[in-house]
């Protein structure tokens, strides 16, 4: 670092309590899982997903929360402290509700499904008294699993100063007094596509802690640089852009560009690594393999950078952390 970073470094700690900073060892966010998985009547009344074939979504959190795990150095170690498996389709936010007839010939079709599609979040707090849940303790965050076409967001969050969190926050009203994250999942998908959610609300929330940093001193927008935005200056790149990538989810390119990226894993202390890069580095195209590559290269280290802590896993995990 160098001394001109050290001044500012100091300067910033004079307006920011140092405590704000200091993440714990260990974070163990507890979650409620709500699995909407209606039975189908006229598939001998067996669940949406064995009719369907689609993924056991109690596998998926174990293998998600094992990589989540992995990737923080065992930092972020999820808890699911309540499981609820729904008999029934999620209301939409005009009051809709699928049925196993219209949905399965909607899916069969790939053509139909009800527009507008979101679910109604306010209807799923109420029926599951998220609020007073959170607000006791209980739990921390709470993460829907569900079926293509449900209409969950990736991440939205609800309470007192809830913002953009790859979506537009819940309207608040009252009755709780902190903020928490309501993900959505797919069983029809895999880990990947969890991790992805997962990702793109380390973005948002980044992208909230380092908004008073600006050019150079912006290290969020450093980390995410990749050569088509920035060519030669590539770092990590974000979910859907590898350093390398032309178009969204282009994990897979084979064309070598140079990174940044190693400078990440020795963070705050860069040492001006720069080497080229292809996709064999992050799973040859592999959604799994790219976004916990990513992960791998978000810093986890020690001490403050600009006033802001260096474990970056923490302000993903901790609402209460990111201001």
Known sequence: MSVWERLKNWFRSLFRPTEEAQPPPSF????????????IAAAGERKLTQSLGWGNADELCREYIADLRECSNGFVEYEIVERMEVDAWPVKVDGLRYDATTFLRCWRNQTGFHKPDNVDYEAII??????????????????????????????????????????????????????????GFNYE?????????????????????????????????RFILYDKKAPGKANCGWMHYAPNSVADYDWGNRTKVLSNCDDWL????????????????????DIRAHHKWWFKHLPHAEGQTLGISNNWWWYAVDLTASG
């Open 28 to 39: 163990r966010p507890r979650v409620l899982l709500i699995i909407f998985n209606p039975t």
């Open 189 to 221: 998908r895999g880990v990947g596509e969890m991790l992805e959610s997962f990702g793109h609300r380390v973005e948002s929330i980044m992208r909230r802690v380092w908004r008073h940093e600006h050019g150079e001193d912006n290290l969020w927008e």
């Open 266 to 285: 020795s963070f705050p202390n860069f040492q001006g690594i720069v080497r080229p890069v292809d996709c064999s580095e992050w799973g040859n195209g």
């Open 126 to 183: 109420a029926e599951f008294d998220l609020l007073k849940r959170v607000e006791s303790g209980q739990i921390d965050e709470v993460w829907l699993f569900g079926f293509p076409y449900a209409g969950f967001w990736e991440s939205t969050m609800v309470g007192p100063g809830a913002f953009f969190c790859n979506s537009d926050p819940v309207p608040f009203r009252g009755g709780v007094s902190r903020r928490f994250l309501i993900m």
